[in-house]
């Protein structure tokens, strides 16, 4: 059975910092390329960045240079560094191998003074 449970998130002042922990398993996380992906409120979903399966990350234009994404495959574990947070970033953050369908529920970040 696969799960995939996001948490960290939280009440972040703009400027600040929050690190969100994605778990896994039930399938070969190891052989799975992994993404973040969000929705803000009222918003369709936006693409925020991907760890490849040898850890290589790459980015959205919107989080690059603020946002570092990694994978720990001996954990089964998805990692999202958030840097200088602004309001903008505010949305439910989701971990997600979409090309399989495997979603977490998302954890929530609300970037607000």
């Known amino acids: 059975q696969v799960q995939v449970v996001e948490s960290g998130g939280g009440l972040v002042h703009p400027g600040g910092s929050l690190t969100l922990s994605c778990i896994t398993s039930?399938?070969?996380?190891?052989?799975?390329?992994m993404h973040w992906i969000r929705q803000a409120p009222g918003k369709g979903l936006e693409w925020v960045a991907g760890?490849?399966?040898?850890?290589?990350?790459y980015y959205g234009d919107s989080v690059k240079n603020r946002f570092i994404a990694s994978r720990d495959n001996s954990k089964n574990a998805l990692y999202l560094q958030m840097n200088k947070l602004k309001s903008d970033d505010t949305a439910m953050y989701y971990c997600?191998?979409?090309?399989?369908?495997?979603w977490g529920k998302g954890t929530l970040v609300i970037v607000s003074s």
């Open positions: 997600a191998s979409p090309g399989l369908d495997y």
């Open positions: 039930g399938f070969k996380f190891n052989f799975t390329h």
């Open positions: 760890v490849k399966i040898d850890g290589t990350p």
